[in-house]
């Protein structure tokens, strides 16, 4: 059994951040920091496909990290077009490797969230990435290294299939898709939430 969900306030670039924590049983292997959708489309620390990444990391033993992004929730700041955020997660990195874990971390982050994500693994090598549906058609996102986790829906009309190929294809990045999945994978979290799972449990 994990722990209930904590909600906290941390020091960051534009103020504070709020954070939500979901811890596994025993001692934390490491930090999964989680990053949410486009700020100013609803996305949330609270939104399905992120706690759906945090809940698949607390079973696979790692500190589940959730900020909201500045002007989101109890984050004070305003939106800063994908730079000011990138900046906000580092924060929330820094201070769940003083609190949990110093290991390098698993960055995980859905359609915005994931390609800030790719932009803050320039910063902070991670220990592996997961990234769910990246807007990649939306925000320029760098390359990521090989054993990423790239997880895309068949029928998501949000990012476009073939805008998600195009940037994986030069990496030669392989992509799970998700069959009949929209953008939110309504329907197939816990598939989602399997994929994750079993993924980590073959990797090397």
Known sequence: MRAA??????????GSIELAIDLPAGTARGVALIAHPHPQHGGTL???VVQTLARAFAALGYAAVRPNFRGVGASTGHYDAGEGEVDDLYAAWQYARAAH??????????????AMQARLAVRVPPARMVLVGIAVNHFAAPHVPGNTLLVHGE?????PLAAVLDWARPQELPLVLVPAADHFFHGRLQLLRGIVEHNWGCAS
């Open 101 to 114: 874990s110093p290991a390098p971390p698993v960055l995980a982050g859905f359609s915005f969230g994931a």
């Open 5 to 14: 969900t904590r909600r906290l306030q941390v020091p960051g670039p534009a």
């Open 46 to 48: 609270d939104n399905k």
């Open 155 to 159: 029928r998501d009309a949000t990012v």
